[in-house]
DNA sequence: TTATTATA
């Protein structure tokens, strides 16, 4: 059957709609019409797809809004109804949940379980603040089914409010559960509790999430990270198994991947909220103050710290320049400080770059192996379900993988099958097994809900090698972004071997694409370093990289240091402006109008 | 225009 041109332009503005929307809970009308364009490879006009958007339109399956763009900028743009429908679901079970519960504790109860615990940790050196006594407390009087702990970077939160507060409601008969929406912070969390740690993804799909009438308190890291869909979920899952929750996060911080700001829009319409914003991660006051500039955006002040004690701020006006003066600053210190330093540069391609400048460097310096071990590692594509059902999204030499047997297909779960042909025209997809046996995988019918798709990338590994793990494999015991070091290489056969952060000892076949999922760990995007603390940091920040450099970038990554924090940019002024200009939050599908509405409706319920 | 997690 041949598609006519209405049908294909009906079918790219679907596909456009729901790649955008699973990102952006707003889009610009442009971006849908280009993405429209460039998915019907021109065979379609302009007007016949501006057509099918204002059908669509009508028909309300896209929801005018206006977008604005990173500084601010206003255009025309659309929400989808699924999108609101997400939002008013997690703002509803909120709502509907406040002043319901029986508080864990009485006033004076608390107050008494607060001293306590604070005269405990003086007497181990560590006193408390009064935020965090403060945020204790309003824990365990609370009556609300979900309540939120707002605090900034370094505010030591979870060793003393979430510590004492899960001890307390264990005492009490609760069953306690350390969710976070990624593996290592989940086990971050779990190690700071005392139990074990597991993502929120996972912990949905366990019986005891499904298990209801029973006393639970989920107690959620790290919450910003959650996208609108993802906090819908965990709201609709809690409020089934009648668990009470606490989310823990930063709106300050970066946010989701996925589309919507959930944290921050909970927190606006209205969430029961205790915040800590005193911090005691820095034992340098200019680096402290400098974070605290950071966090309202103002770049002058912050980078006025950093040169008065706090770091220092370099400017070089090219790219080249920049990432020689980084590699510089980081070669420059003895092996045991670069341990506690960590590099931050936001795009992937400049992580790239730089960590090849410094490799290079350890090398001639004799502190990495003359000897290396070259293999193909593979790198997470990162495609929406959307784009994971078009054949066009994928190239020869990209591995798959399936998380389900397909049996009638001879496919096998957790199978790596190498793409051998693309025919994006009739959307399929030729694989090949292990053995070379083809298999004929046609996305839009089967498989692309459940598939993983990786990019062959060559690597080198040489004897003292830092690499992080990019990928989950429980059976291994392997954490996606777990760092470790190369203690030794084979060439000859292809393997290495790796000591891991957590002090395991692991070999790698290279050969097995199992073991392939690795990314050298000497600079890391500040995505990869929210949540990581160290001594000091390298941070470059171009002003002119618009998408990266904001806010968020600033305050997250000065934050990482305890002592000292080093600004490379390309210059300095233009850097304040773009840091002011670009907070680097992500829209919601809802107004502020629709959430006070929903509000009301909560109010009423309560 | 660019970062990225999780799951069956």
């Known amino acids: 059957m041949v598609a006519t041109p209405e049908m294909l332009a009906r079918q790219a503005v679907a596909f456009a709609s729901a790649k955008l929307a699973e990102r952006e809970a707003v889009f610009a009308a442009g971006t849908l019409a280009r993405e429209a364009g460039d998915f019907a490879f021109g065979k379609v006009s302009h007007d016949a797809i501006a057509s099918v958007i204002s059908e669509a339109q009508e028909r309300g399956e896209l929801v005018p809004r206006i977008f604005r763009d990173r500084r601010g900028t206003e255009y025309a743009g659309f929400t989808t109804p699924r999108a609101i429908e997400i939002e008013r679901t997690m703002l509803r079970i909120e709502a509907a949940g406040?002043?319901?519960?029986?508080?864990?504790?009485?006033?004076?109860?608390?107050?008494?379980?607060?001293e306590r615990a604070a005269r405990q940790s003086a007497r181990a050196g560590f006193a408390w603040t009064e935020d965090q006594k403060r945020s204790t407390a309003d824990l365990l009087v609370s009556r609300d089914r979900v309540i939120a702990v707002q605090g900034y970077a370094g505010t030591a939160k979870t060793t003393t409010v979430l510590a004492t507060y899960a001890c307390e409601a264990e005492r009490r008969g609760l069953t306690v559960t350390a969710l976070a929406p990624t593996a290592s912070a989940a086990t971050v969390l779990g190690e700071a509790l005392g139990r074990r740690g597991d993502t929120v993804a996972r912990h949905l799909l366990t019986p005891e999430a499904r298990m209801t009438g029973k006393d639970a308190v989920w107690i959620v890291d790290e919450a910003s990270l959650l996208s609108a869909h993802d906090m819908a979920r965990l709201m609709a899952g809690a409020d089934k198994a009648g668990a009470r929750l606490v989310l823990v996060g930063d709106v300050r911080q970066l946010g989701s991947v996925g589309a919507g700001a959930a944290f921050a829009q909970l927190q606006q319409a209205g969430m029961a909220t205790t915040r800590l914003a005193e911090i005691v991660r820095q034992t340098n006051a200019e680096a402290r103050e400098a974070v605290l500039a950071s966090i309202e955006g103002h770049a002058g002040k912050a980078l006025a710290a950093l040169e008065r004690g706090g770091g220092k701020v370099i400017e070089a006006a090219t790219q080249d320049e920049r990432l020689r003066a980084l590699a510089r600053e980081y070669v420059a210190m003895a092996p045991a400080e670069r341990a506690r330093t960590l590099v931050i540069e936001p795009s992937r391609d400049g992580c790239d770059r730089l960590t090849g400048l410094i490799r290079g460097q350890l090398v001639g310096r004799g502190e990495l192996s003359a000897d290396a071990v070259r293999f193909t590692a593979l790198e997470p594509k990162g495609l929406t379900r959307a784009e994971a059902r078009e054949a066009a999204s994928y190239a020869v030499g990209d591995v798959v993988r399936f998380n389900r047997d397909y049996a009638g297909r001879s496919v096998s779960r957790g199978e790596a099958l190498r793409i051998s042909a693309v025919d994006p025209e009739r959307g399929r997809i030729g694989l090949e097994d292990g053995r070379g046996r083809p298999i004929d995988w046609h996305p839009r019918q089967w498989g692309a809900g459940t598939v993983e798709v990786f990019e062959p990338r060559p690597m080198e590994l040489r004897t003292g090698d830092?690499?992080?793990?990019?990928?989950?494999?429980?059976?291994?015991?392997?954490?996606?972004?777990?760092?470790?070091?190369?203690?030794?290489?084979?060439?000859?056969?292809?393997?290495?071997?790796?000591?891991?952060?957590?002090?395991?000892?692991?070999?790698?076949d290279l050969t097995d694409a199992r073991d392939c999922h690795l990314r050298h760990s000497w600079v890391q995007t500040v995505y990869a370093a929210q949540g990581q603390t160290a001594e000091r940091v390298l941070i470059h920040a171009d002003s002119r990289s618009t998408n990266l450099v904001d806010q968020k970038l600033l305050y997250v990554a000065v934050s990482r240091a305890r002592s000292e924090a080093i600004v490379v940019t390309d210059d300095r002024e233009r850097l304040v402006r773009a840091v002011y200009e670009r907070a680097g939050e992500k829209q919601t599908a809802m107004t502020a109008s629709d959430v006070r509405k929903t509000k009301a409706l909560g109010a009423a319920l309560g």
């Open 98 to 114: 406040r002043n319901m519960l029986q508080p864990l504790a009485s006033p004076m109860g608390a107050a008494r379980t607060v």
């Open 466 to 508: 830092r690499v992080q793990l990019t990928r989950n494999d429980r059976e291994q015991g392997r954490v996606n972004g777990l760092g470790g070091t190369v203690t030794g290489i084979e060439p000859g056969t292809a393997s290495a071997t790796l000591k891991l952060a957590n002090g395991r000892e692991q070999r790698l």
